[in-house]
């Protein structure tokens, strides 16, 4: 992916469809838990029978099937301690 990075937006229907755009990778299906990877963080979802509809490599197009329960980004664990994180 280039530095420029693809528009993400997320559109959840009844809870039973969720759209997504600008994902860079699918990184895990499981029918309770969906992992993607996109410009802004790590997307899980979670849910029952969640399976992948569509998955297209233009615009990071995925689409995802079942009852969708949460949706939540996981941001990356920052290490060092607080001065560290204050001062760089």
Excluded: C, W
């Amino acid at each position: 992916m280039t530095d420029e990075q693809q528009p993400h937006s997320l559109t959840l229907k009844n809870r039973k469809t969720l759209s997504i755009t600008g994902a860079t990778e699918v990184l895990s299906v499981e029918e309770e838990a969906v992992v993607v990877k996109t410009g802004l963080g790590t997307l899980v979802i979670q849910g029952r029978g969640l399976k992948i509809r569509t998955l297209s490599p233009e615009g990071g197009r995925v689409e995802v099937d079942g009852t969708v329960i949460a949706i939540s980004y996981d941001e990356p664990k920052r290490t060092g301690g607080v001065m560290r994180r204050l001062f760089g």
